[in-house]
């Protein structure tokens, strides 16, 4: 895929996961991956500003691909 | 069960759908991918699941659209009262008539539940009397609702009752069902009585619902294997397309689809399955089972050390319809 078409695709949304289960789940906010990329790993959410925990990622709906790319993405950053 | 609009508003202040939402909750409350990329393999699956919740959701058929989502997929939690508290799981399913999971245990149970008065009434057939499948038909409107599937069912009864008027002894089961990815309505009866020209049928079907269409032949096979002869479909979900199934989902939300009359109801089999569970003690040390709150994905609690225990009795299953 091209950055344009990644682009056109739109905003990826993200939550922290509860470290606990009685904790509300956090909505962070819309994003996208780095150039070329269609996910996020730890280290860019790491640049992102968020710290250490358990994520969970929304592929916006074209980025999508049964094979390729998950609709819902986990992602750990590391402590 | 959920908080709809506190769930609602925050899919929307998040701008997700409903159904993503669910989905959330569900991934982070079972969070974790132990099998590397199994949930990439299970995407078309979980996809398709996602349709039919989403066209339950659309109807307002919340809690059905959750079970849907969970169904094989989660697990209850579980821990024994001995000494050790041992960890365990039982997975959850959704018991919806249109689940591909969920609709081979329908037909098991149903056949459990109609092949003691079917062998019976075959081994000891009154004179005269013999089994006969019968197919009653509509017109195909090109959609479903409750209401339609309600007073259909009301129309086969009040069919059958016309014609076994003064018969005594006879006894019938039968099973709505639809073509393979549309909305044409039917019923297959399997009727225990005397011998019924195709005519007089017609005639008294017509006179009831102004259809015309019936078909009626002797049944080819007897007792138990006459009954799986008729319930075959409801082993199998009668679409591909899951919009399709959300649909059936709803049009039989708080309807029956297999009936049974006179002889073969007044002796119908006892639905052990909810009653009966084979898990009740832990199968490490004997103790009693205690259900801990919430659940998780199955690939979590196995990787959790739990020990599986097999389907337990909930409160939704024991008020099961078919």
């Avoid at chain 2, 269409?213 to 138990?224: N, Q």
Wanted: charged share 25%; glycine share 8%.
């Amino acid at each position: 895929m091209t950055e344009e078409l990644r682009e056109a695709l739109g905003d990826y949304k993200i939550w922290r996961n509860p470290s606990m289960g009685t904790e509300p789940i956090a909505y962070l906010g819309s994003y996208r991956p780095p150039k070329g990329q269609f996910f996020f790993t730890p280290k860019d959410l790491q640049e992102l500003g968020f710290g250490p925990g358990d994520y969970t990622v929304l592929a916006p709906a074209g980025a999508r691909s049964p094979k390729l790319f998950s609709k819902w993405q986990m992602v750990t950053v590391p402590e | 069960m959920i908080d709809v609009n506190k769930a609602e508003a925050q899919a929307t202040q998040w701008g997700i759908s409903l159904r993503d939402w669910m989905e959330l909750q569900l991934r982070i409350f079972g969070n974790v991918d132990a099998f590397g990329d199994s949930d990439i393999d299970d995407d078309r699956d979980e996809e398709w699941r996602g349709t039919v919740a989403q066209v339950l959701v659309e109807h307002k058929l919340f809690s059905k659209a959750k079970r849907y989502l969970e169904c094989a997929r989660y697990a209850h939690l579980y821990q024994c009262k001995g000494k050790e508290k041992h960890d365990l799981f039982s997975p959850i399913y959704c018991d919806l008539r249109f689940c591909p999971r969920c609709a081979p245990r329908q037909f098991a149970r149903l056949i459990q539940k109609y092949e003691p008065v079917l062998k019976a009434v075959s081994a000891h057939k009154k004179p005269g009397f013999g089994m006969r499948e019968i197919t009653l038909t509509t017109r195909n409107t090109g959609s479903l609702t409750p209401a339609q599937i309600k007073q259909f069912n009301l129309d086969v009864k009040k069919t059958l009752k016309l014609l076994m008027s003064g018969v005594e002894g006879w006894g019938a089961i039968w099973c709505d069902e639809v073509g393979f990815n549309n909305t044409n309505l039917h019923a297959h009866v399997l009727l225990y009585g005397p011998f019924l020209p195709q005519t007089r049928l017609a005639g008294a079907w017509n006179e009831i619902t102004g259809y015309e269409v019936v078909y009626i032949t002797k049944a080819r096979k007897s007792g138990a294997k006459a009954l799986i002869h008729l319930l075959k479909y409801v082993s199998k979900p009668p679409a591909s397309d899951p919009n399709q199934i959300g649909l059936l989902e709803v049009a039989f939300h708080g309807t029956r689809r297999v009936h049974a009359l006179g002889l073969l109801y007044n002796f119908v089999g006892e639905d052990t399955d909810n009653v009966h569970s084979e898990w009740d003690t832990c199968p490490h040390c004997g103790a009693e089972l205690t259900k801990l709150p919430g659940s998780t994905r199955i690939e979590k609690a196995i990787i959790d050390g739990r020990t599986f225990v097999g389907t337990k009795s909930t409160a939704r299953r024991k008020a099961w319809i078919n």
